[in-house]
């Protein structure tokens, strides 16, 4: 493909993606393939002679959209949204044309040099505490998801705790010392914390131990409930080493109290004493709310933890993937995962006077995520990005008001929080089992119409359904449409009434023979005829 081929191939698939997001409401949102759809539909290798773009490009609409969920439609209700927009494509352009894996400042220093300036303009945004900025002894770092940002802070912190409680030591002392605690360390996080903790504990080679939350405090780690996980551990011979503290929960969106831990730990393990417990805090989708003044409270305590975690992918309007990771001491970090091999040895590198992202991350390579921030920030400013978050988090007080109207049918659980309700179905007859039983067949039936896509949890024991109202294109006649298609199946399926027979809407519901001649029933946008 030469420049010009190039040109009239982008401009092609700039319209076909234009069409498909001016349409996207019509598709059916969750894909409804088959396993192994796609292997019927494609050739058994690549062909020994290259294609035209246009024979390439048709076959995103018949064989690919159909194995699609289409994450961007305002009926995605379903986990917590993956934003899209349009600056933030572009910046993925950008980043494409100029693909370099730029590891060390010297790769490309814009690269390096716009990172560090777009995180330190989002960290004040956000009402992080200056400890985080690159101009203290912090910084941010952009990773690609908060569970990649979660294990690179326990390496940090289990490396640390070890340097630290063990730096009166030498020789084989000091190997036996470390392979012991190595067996007595423990990362902890709460019953509601995402389950990367526990997964970045399994890599980092420490225990996991998860503290109970309830209900009666909303489903948020207190420092009373870490006060006595710690004394429970202490009793057992375990370490702890780092804390994973919440910003929205995955399940229900709750803010862990982090004064209150804050509190327990300067008297069980004082900050910058040898031994302290690294807490992370993981605003994974939450944190975007931040930008907003109403929120900043919430980040008070920040500057007695150590590090802090959001995905501008999330809920900030920025394409997958953007973890914004920082970090109070960026020493810590970097004395964990730098590595100098003489082939990346370079006098700047070696002067101290640059950055060098690969000391931050797990791989050597790292492609110019900071573009599509830096779009973002500029496209919407301040003011364009706190009007998404109000306007979303209003949406979910429409819903839930709406869920509300209906106590007959719906009991809500927890929230309106960050623009996520939690609720369960109310059955014909009392009884947690008869309830819990209705609403996984509510929430399977509205996933299998594929009108909307919502997804469930289990809270405090009890099965339940999440509604998130924060998708970029989130409007409130799609969250009523939601609640029709609620009420509707709900009163169905509690009537013990059929429910109806499914619509493919237009798109392939199995590829045999019945998926293509659909395909052949789309216009140009896929949508039905
Ligand atoms: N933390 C929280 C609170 C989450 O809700 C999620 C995912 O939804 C994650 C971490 C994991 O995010 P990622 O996919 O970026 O690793």
């Known amino acids: 493909m030469d420049s010009k081929q190039f040109k009239e191939a982008a401009t092609s698939a700039i319209d076909e993606i234009v069409s498909y997001y001016d349409t996207i409401q019509d598709r059916r949102v969750v894909s409804n393939v088959q396993p192994g759809y796609l292997k019927k539909l494609l050739p058994d290798g690549p062909p020994q002679d290259g294609e035209a773009w246009?024979?390439?490009?048709?076959?995103?609409?018949?064989?690919?959209?159909?194995?699609?969920?289409?994450?961007?439609?305002?009926?995605?209700?379903?986990?917590?949204?993956?934003?899209?927009?349009?600056?933030?494509?572009?910046?993925?352009?950008?980043?494409?044309?100029?693909?370099?894996?730029?590891?060390?400042?010297?790769?490309?220093?814009?690269?390096t040099e716009l990172e560090t300036i777009v995180l330190d303009w989002l960290a004040k945004l956000l009402n992080l505490p200056d400890c985080y900025l690159s101009t203290s002894h912090g910084g941010g770092v952009i990773q690609g998801s908060a569970s990649e940002a979660i294990v690179c802070c326990m390496v940090a912190a289990r490396d640390k705790y070890l340097r630290e409680t063990t730096s009166h030591l030498s020789g084989i002392e000091l190997e036996d010392a470390i392979a012991y605690k190595r067996s007595r360390m423990v990362a902890l996080g709460s019953d509601a914390a995402h389950s990367s903790t526990q997964k970045a504990a399994q890599i980092a080679g420490v225990r996991y131990r998860s503290i109970p939350v309830t209900k009666e405090t909303d489903f948020a780690l207190t420092g009373v409930a870490l006060?006595?996980?710690?004394?429970?551990?202490?009793?057992?011979?375990l370490e702890p080493f780092y804390l994973t503290t919440t910003l929205g929960t995955t399940s229900t969106c709750a803010v862990d109290d982090f004064e209150s831990i804050a509190s327990i730990l300067s008297k069980y393990a004082p900050p910058d004493v040898p031994g302290e417990i690294w807490v992370h805090v993981d605003g994974a989708y939450a944190g975007a709310a931040l930008v907003c003044p109403e929120y900043h409270?919430?980040?008070?305590?920040?500057?007695?933890?150590?590090?802090?975690?959001?995905?501008m992918h999330k809920w900030l309007l920025t394409n997958f993937d953007a973890s914004c990771l920082y970090v109070k001491k960026r020493k810590d970090l970097i004395d964990a995962l730098s590595i100098m091999p003489s082939y990346l040895r370079n006098e700047f590198s070696e002067s101290g006077l640059v950055t060098d992202y690969r000391d931050w991350q797990i791989p050597l390579g790292r492609r110019f995520r900071s573009l599509k921030i830096w779009f973002v920030l500029r496209t919407y400013g301040v003011k364009g990005l706190q009007a998404h978050i109000r306007k979303?988090?209003?949406?979910?007080?429409?819903?839930?008001?709406?869920?509300?109207?209906?106590?007959?049918l719906f009991e809500i659980v927890t929230g309106p929080s960050f623009a996520l309700t939690v609720f369960t179905i109310v059955p014909k007859v009392a009884g947690k089992?008869?309830?819990?039983?209705?609403?996984?067949?509510?929430?399977?039936?509205?996933?299998?119409?594929?009108?909307?896509?919502?997804?469930?949890?289990?809270?405090?024991?009890?099965?339940?359904?999440?509604?998130?109202?924060?998708?970029?294109?989130?409007?409130?006649?799609?969250?009523?449409?939601?609640?029709?298609?609620?009420?509707?199946?709900?009163?169905?399926?509690?009537?013990?009434?059929?429910?109806?027979?499914?619509?493919?809407?237009?798109?392939?519901?199995?590829?045999?023979?019945?998926?293509?001649?659909?395909?052949?029933?789309?216009?140009g946008n896929g949508v039905a005829k």
């Open 227 to 237: 006060a006595e996980a710690l004394e429970q551990f202490k009793a057992e011979g």
């Open 297 to 311: 409270h919430l980040t008070t305590a920040f500057k007695h933890f150590h590090s802090f975690d959001m995905n």
């Open 54 to 111: 246009a024979d390439i490009q048709k076959d995103i609409e018949s064989k690919i959209m159909p194995g699609l969920t289409h994450w961007q439609s305002p009926n995605f209700m379903a986990f917590f949204p993956a934003s899209s927009s349009f600056p933030g494509m572009l910046g993925e352009l950008y980043s494409a044309a100029f693909t370099a894996p730029s590891f060390n400042w010297i790769c490309s220093p814009a690269v």
């Open 433 to 523: 089992g008869e309830q819990d039983r209705i609403t996984k067949d509510v929430y399977e039936t509205v996933n299998k119409r594929g009108e909307v896509y919502i997804t469930s949890s289990v809270v405090g024991g009890v099965y339940v359904i999440r509604v998130v109202s924060a998708n970029p294109l989130a409007e409130e006649k799609y969250l009523r449409k939601a609640f029709r298609i609620l009420v509707e199946t709900t009163e169905e399926l509690r009537d013990g009434r059929v429910p109806r027979e499914e619509s493919s809407k237009g798109v392939i519901v199995d590829v045999k023979g019945v998926g293509i001649e659909k395909v052949a029933a789309l216009n």
């Open 392 to 408: 979303t988090v209003k949406l979910g007080e429409t819903f839930a008001g709406l869920i509300e109207t209906r106590k007959d």
